[in-house]
């Protein structure tokens, strides 16, 4: 395993268990749209280290540690880090969007980042494998998609603290950040590039028909 994602899912899981154990900390880094639109924007890049529960923080760290390699493989440790942390911040952004005058709104967690790298790596090598509860063998890209769709559930049903608008703003990141990188793939990999735009379709065409809320 590359030594550089795993200080990566050490630093998440060291800042996520001082959040855990310290609410001034997770407050005060936690992404708060009031705070943020008064000039804390640091909250915005700072929140996606953070994460609600362990579960939470086993989940992301998890995904990221089965589709990140595909990401370090192709593009080398520089790249990953630009794909990681463009779609934490593009996540961040769409989140704003969606929730500028929801001054009240707080989330936190590395969906955004992880998302980012899902897509990259399911643009990458759409046939990848994996296997859910480490038996039940799902394809890669088929994950993506269904994450992408339980974020909408998540967004609709308004029940946790985990940042669900951050996963499209993410996966968008990534996406876009591989294409560029890798153009080709618009030729050589067409299915894909249009299968990965549907859930974000959906998104917006939700967001604006208000039937997210």
Same mark, same amino acid.
């Given at each position: 395993m590359n030594t550089f994602l795993l200080v990566l899912i050490g630093i998440n899981a060291v800042v996520s268990f001082k959040g855990f154990n310290d609410f001034d900390f997770f407050r005060k880094y936690e992404f708060h749209v009031g705070s943020i639109r008064s000039g804390?924007? /640091?909250?915005?890049?700072?929140?996606?280290?953070?994460?609600?529960?362990?579960?939470?923080?086993?989940?992301?760290?998890l995904t990221l540690y089965f589709f990140a390699p595909i990401v370090l493989d192709t593009f080398g440790n520089v790249n990953f880090l630009y794909v990681y942390f463009v779609s934490l911040i593009a996540g961040s952004l769409l989140t704003m969007y969606f929730h500028?005058?929801?001054?009240?709104?707080?989330?936190?967690?590395?969906?955004?980042?992880?998302?980012?790298? $899902?897509?990259?790596s399911i643009l990458l090598y759409p046939e990848m494998n994996l296997y859910l509860f480490f038996a039940i063998p799902i394809k890669g890209y088929v994950f993506g998609i269904g994450y992408l769709l339980y974020s909408i559930y998540g967004m609709k049903a308004k029940n946790d603290n985990i940042g669900h608008t951050a996963h499209f703003g993410?996966? $968008?990141?990534?996406?876009?950040?591989? /294409? $560029?990188?890798?153009?080709?793939?618009?030729?050589?990999?067409?299915?894909?590039?249009i299968l990965l735009t549907i859930p974000i379709i959906i998104l917006f065409y939700l967001h604006k028909t208000n039937r997210l809320n």
């Open positions: 804390e924007q /640091l909250r915005m890049l700072t929140s996606g280290f953070l994460h609600g529960d362990i579960t939470h923080l086993a989940f992301n760290m500028k005058n929801d001054f009240h709104y707080r989330a936190v967690g590395a969906s955004g980042a992880v998302t980012g790298i $899902i897509y990259s993410g996966a $968008i990141g990534g996406y876009l950040f591989t /294409l $560029i990188k890798v153009p080709s793939l618009i030729q050589t990999n067409t299915e894909m590039v």
